[in-house]
């Protein structure tokens, strides 16, 4: 069964073109005075509330409209479960004693319910798909999610957790995958006991669910490449290291497939090389720097498309799907700033990946692809999480999408 999306070879056109949209930042910060000169003194007061008033109604109409769900609607499958880092967490960091955490300001501008841990501005990928999948709210955090409301899924996701237990660990506490899925394993217990204790049913329950896993990034950002931390590049060449990740997460997905997944959505990883932060710490090595990390990234997802294969002829009743996250994120970019953080982050003494606690943040969010030097935007999620759930080109996924996995 031939992969749909186009071979490694074309990714040199690809990179080619996506670096001809790069510009430079030149956010303008301007202040609407013009506006309360046209206010009289005798009612300055006045058009002032006035204005916050329409404004005040403007962000909450924009907010319902933008979030809004369909409370009687049925979701397409029963449940979602969320595996992976940073790029899916919505909250299991919280209380971690870690760096890699995103529950303060300006984190949430522009999320409902502020700052929650998501490390965006706003939605991240898997609440994009939990909401065209159906689901009437978010799929709740492993940290928070309590009784019958894990019937609808859980996020196990963590910042700065990978593949290996190893991966982030200069950051803090994590959550690696094998830590997901020891929690995974509670969820399904406790599922069994919501369902009379009747484990027939509660596994054909929980056989008609839709799993994300999308964890790799923090096995070649905070583990691989960055070696004054970890040995694996002194180990293992670039093949090698791709090789020995594929292998522990395909014993990993074997567990996830024990528990009765048998709809897995499989991440790849994108262009971690492109990421401000990366770009920034490259300065000094110009483009071979990036090159070097997105090829050994290459040569780790063409192995994920390797393991769909062989799940798919070798696992029973299971479909798994692969998501070409760089060949969508290649195609996709409309943003006019692609090379720096909407958020205000530190790059001295050396480049972090962060947003400042209560620092400044871009007014123009939707034209900028990075939240932080290495998270998407909202906007950015909304791209990807839309084509991964319908695929608008055949390199988008492969062999189908999550919508076509949903209908299964």
Not at 66 to 76: G, L
Not at 160 to 171: D, H, L, T, V, Y
Not at 183 to 199: D, F, R
Not at 237 to 256: H, I
Request: charged fraction near 20%; aromatic fraction near 12%; glycine fraction near 6%.
């Amino acid at each position: 069964m031939a992969p749909r999306f186009e071979p490694r070879a074309n990714m040199e056109d690809l990179e080619a073109s996506f670096l001809d949209k790069k510009k430079k930042e030149s956010t303008k910060w301007k202040e609407g005075v013009f506006y309360y000169t046209l206010c009289s003194a005798y009612a300055l007061a006045f058009c002032i509330a006035l204005t916050l008033l329409m404004l005040l109604g403007f962000l909450l109409v924009s907010n319902l409209q933008k979030y809004r769900v369909t409370e009687t609607s049925q979701p397409q499958v029963p449940c979602f479960f969320v595996f992976g880092d940073s790029l899916s967490d919505n909250g299991n960091n919280n209380d971690l004693m870690t760096m890699a955490k995103a529950n303060y300001q300006p984190y949430g501008i522009d999320f409902p319910e502020g700052p929650t841990g998501r490390f965006t501005n706003g939605r991240n990928l898997v609440d994009v798909i939990a909401e065209l999948l159906g689901f009437a709210s978010y799929i709740p955090p492993f940290a928070t999610a309590r009784g019958e409301e894990i019937l609808k899924g859980v996020n196990y996701a963590s910042g700065a957790a990978g593949i290996r237990e190893e991966s982030g660990q200069e950051q803090g506490d994590r959550i690696c995958m094998d830590r997901q899925l020891k929690n995974h394993q509670i969820t399904v217990s406790n599922i069994t006991k919501l369902l009379g204790n009747n484990e027939s049913l509660a596994t054909a329950y929980l056989n008609k669910c839709i799993y994300s896993v999308a964890i790799g990034s923090n096995d070649y950002l905070n583990n691989y490449f960055l070696p004054q931390y970890y040995p694996t590049s002194s180990i293992y060449n670039e093949e090698q290291y791709a090789a020995v990740l594929a292998q522990q997460l395909y014993q990993q997905l074997l567990t996830l497939h024990k528990l009765g997944a048998r709809k897995v959505a499989l991440f790849g990883l994108g262009l971690l090389g492109y990421t401000p932060v990366e770009l920034a710490t490259c300065s000094t090595n110009g483009s071979s720097c990036v090159e070097n990390i997105d090829n050994a990234v290459a040569l780790f997802n063409d192995r994920l498309v390797s393991l769909v294969d062989d799940f798919n002829t070798n696992l029973p009743n299971a479909t798994f799907i692969f998501i070409n996250t760089t060949q969508i994120s290649l195609n996709s970019s409309s943003a006019e700033v692609t090379d720096v953080p909407c958020c205000e982050v530190l790059r001295y003494p050396q480049p972090q990946t962060q947003c400042v606690p209560f620092g400044k943040e871009c007014s123009n969010r939707s034209e900028y692809s990075f939240w932080d030097a290495v998270h998407p935007t909202e906007v950015a999620y909304v791209v990807y999480g839309e084509r991964a759930y319908r695929a608008e080109s055949p390199i988008d996924s492969y062999p189908f999408d999550i919508e076509s996995l949903a209908q299964l």
